[in-house]
């Protein structure tokens, strides 16, 4: 990926997009001891950043491949994503979702008109799933994370907020397949000024972090997390760009992340879902054990969805 | 109150508040059938557009007067707003809650350095303790709705939104005590291009409505309203202004109060208190009335404040 390719894609998108706002407030400051800048793709359309990804990845495609529609699977933001990208341009999308994707997401899919396909929450299930589809209707398959495509569209949000606040420190993202840290991790690269990539991950799904000590793809054996965005694993696209651009892992409690959720949703007034806590966590944690490696710089955080289900808080 | 007044009070008052940002919705606006633009006070310092006229009428005071510091009563966003203006200012607040306030606000008061004294939950024993108060300490008794100052405060959050959109056709605020649409109706009729302002009731509190109707102040039987900012009555500095400006009052039950609350958290991703989601309703309920009055209009609606107790939601 080169710094053209980026810039290329965050024109393709653009007009796909919101340009979300950057957020700050003064007693997470206070806490933290740095100026923090939050990214709210909370407020990207269909709640989420997942739309760079999914818009960029059919923008790519041929006319005969769109005219035979995508498929995905997805636990949640990436199913809306496509569906409402795929919608945005007029094309069909088949969405693979686990039986325990939250029930807001499932409703999300189908309000953007994705047809929705149910199975046993296991990657493989989903997987398979998915390549039947494909080799029944030509549909394209996009992967949620893994697809060199869909790292570069994610990696847009980094961009704005680095076009924005041009001297970042850090950029803290959350980990789960790495689509997200991987084209942050890129952007930050090409268009920061020595920015740090750290990522934020569960203790109760920490592949990325046992993968980046071991240098190969490590797979969850529990995936008991909150996080419902961040149960996947690592893919051989993204798994290179991360072993090189990301500095760290920060690994959280699960107490941790609801409590960082319940913080932001006080303070901020905003509504994040836990995979974006796992990041505000993960910034506390670290600036906790290290302040001074935080005291007075800025740092930027992707905070990457807020669909929850509001029926069932973990507050 | 002039112009000059309202710009004066606004250049005044910015070193202390935030400008808040202008949010939108896709589907809001579709559901209206209408430009929707949300001024996102639920983002002010102390989570209300509260220390607007908190901080205005404690700069207008002497160097005597402050030295003495300020008494209030309030059920809760003015309440930290005062002691949050005051602990910014240097002065001492002294503030009465009724018993009945969410304990989030309560914490609230005391995180800014207010000096909490508690009271049965009617106006009489609000007023007659903070009287006392007063008598006591010195101090300069602020009302939270019926100061002019405060009231002038009160409307820097229209007059923001005016300055980014200043083609708006309608304002929408929520009445409780009056001073948030006293305020923005006055900069509505000085810095607007034919922009009505609509106030937004509840049902169970609609003194405001009767008001308007009867043509003096009137009080409320009943106040068994979830919108607990808006249980207060009207004075007689607010009412001149409210009855000369405001084109209507729209009154909304319950459930349109709670519903509009769950449709803002759930798609604007942001959190409003029941207070706020008043307003929404009432332009939900005038726009599915009257629809010809909205077609292709441009809505701006006051989202008053965030303050909402996570552990007590109604959905």
């Not at 709640?47 to 960029?56: E, L, Q, S």
Request: with cysteine.
């Amino acid at each position: 990926m080169q710094k053209r390719d980026i810039l290329d894609c965050h024109s393709r998108i653009k007009p796909y997009i919101h340009r979300t706002p950057v957020l700050t407030s003064r007693l997470i400051n206070e806490k933290i001891g740095a100026e923090v800048y939050f990214k709210c793709e909370n407020f990207q359309r269909a709640g989420a950043y997942k739309i760079r990804g999914a818009t960029n990845a059919i923008l790519q495609l041929s006319e005969e491949q769109r005219a035979k529609g995508v498929v995905t699977h997805s636990s949640g933001n990436f199913a809306q994503a496509v569906a409402l990208a795929a919608t945005n341009l007029g094309i069909s999308a088949h969405i693979v979702m686990p039986t325990s994707a939250p029930k807001v997401k499932k409703v999300g899919v189908e309000q953007y008109k994705g047809i929705i396909y149910e199975c046993e929450p296991t990657l493989e299930a989903r997987q398979s799933l998915a390549d039947k589809i494909a080799q029944k209707t030509g549909a394209t398959f996009l992967h949620p994370s893994n697809d060199l495509n869909v790292i570069l569209g994610q990696g847009t949000a980094a961009l704005e907020l680095l076009e924005n606040y041009p001297n970042l420190d850090y950029i803290f993202c959350p980990v789960g397949g790495g689509g997200l840290i991987a084209g942050s991790a890129v952007v930050a690269h090409y268009f920061g000024t020595d920015c740090e990539v750290i990522g934020g991950e569960p203790f109760e799904a920490d592949d990325a972090y046992r993968s980046l000590k071991s240098g190969k793809i490590e797979g969850n054996k529990t995936v008991n997390t909150i996080a419902d965005g961040l149960r996947t694993t690592l893919g051989d696209n993204n798994f290179p760009i991360i072993k090189e651009h990301v500095s760290k892992i920060v690994r959280v409690e699960e107490d941790e992340i609801i409590s960082a959720m319940h913080l932001v949703w006080e303070r901020m007034k905003i509504i994040i879902e836990p995979s974006s806590a796992v990041t505000v966590a993960a910034l506390i944690r670290d600036a906790t054990e290290n302040p001074k490696a935080y005291k007075e710089k800025k740092v930027g955080i992707i905070i990457s969805g807020g669909n929850v289900d509001l029926q069932n808080l973990p507050f």
